[in-house]
């Protein structure tokens, strides 16, 4: 039996996958019903399409507002307007729900000794532990009934420490801010009223070598599958999701399923790893070295995964000319 820890994106996508496939499969988490965990829940319309239709959840069930204007901010350049190219907000507590009813939710925490353990704990890494050197922003939403933004708009903060958001939802807006200032982000929020406020810290660098412990295996935040430069995590976490049912598909074997498991998701992790390494070193002034050359059209290619045509010349000009 399959013990799943976590009932966010990652651990409801694998649940649904694994029980509609026969697995014997049981999940847990200790949040109350409803109990509102921050995310933006901007996501890309085209990317988690497939996954949805994976689990019987059409797009049009939770979709919330689909963008039709995006305007960009930087320290260095006026707003600008990016295409819209699928970004979208969703009900992501609704879709939730959608792949796990309530009632087959264990309002508690895997019971030690289950062993067979799959931790989709998110940012926590409960049941796999901590590692050294693990890599966090913070970050912080208020959930408001109005904003100065209509549309989607992000704001990055100077240097690339961070970014603010306004998404909109079909009454609502998200807004919120990430970075390595705790000070710096609250600072972006101060003037806006929220119905509420809800702060966690986000994972920025994947957890290449610590994916399993002896008796648990990561999926989604818990081994940093996130998209280091925006922060996106909902389409990563169910593509890990996703990887991992289809190894699990293929072995009972534990041994052989950490195999298999961590081959087919390290080519991504690696990939997140070499974006986290252009964000750190754009915050500590390094900017023109072979890595972050290297890296630039993976890291755009990020931005376009998220729903977004970028102007590339306006990017880079922020972050490698007005880096002070
Ligand atoms: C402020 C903020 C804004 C964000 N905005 C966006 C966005 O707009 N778009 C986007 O794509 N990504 C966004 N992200 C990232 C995204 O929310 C996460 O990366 C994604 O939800 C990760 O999915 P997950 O399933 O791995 O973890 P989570 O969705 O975090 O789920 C983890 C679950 O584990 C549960 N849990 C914790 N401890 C235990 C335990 N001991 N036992 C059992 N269960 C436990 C928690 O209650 C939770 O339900 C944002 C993150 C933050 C912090």
Redesign the pocket.
Known sequence: MWHI????????YLYRRLKDSGFDVSI????RPD?Y???????NKNHISGFLGNVSVSIDEILEREAHEIKISGNNFYVTDFLPRGLC?ID?MKMEKLMVEDEHISRF??PKGSGNIID?????R??LGKVQNDLKMY???KVCRESPYNDFYFNFFKGGTGYF?S?PLKDRY?I?A?GTNLEEVKSYLENYHGERV??????MMPTIENIFSHDAIG????IG??SPLL???????MENAELLFQCMKKTGEIDELKIIYEKAARKKLLLYGQIGKLVINIQKKKVFNMHNILSIRKAIHEVEN?GMKPEIMKILGHFIFNTD
């Open positions: 820890g976590g009932a966010g994106v990652a651990g409801s847990y988490d200790p949040k109990y965990i921050p995310c933006g829940y901007a996501t907000t992501k925490m895997i989709a704990t998110g940012v926590s409960y049941y970050a912080m939403e958001w998404f998200h919120g990430g809800v702060a966690r810290n986000i994972r999926v989604g935040e818990s599958y996130i922060g996106e995590g909902i389409v990563p976490a998220f």
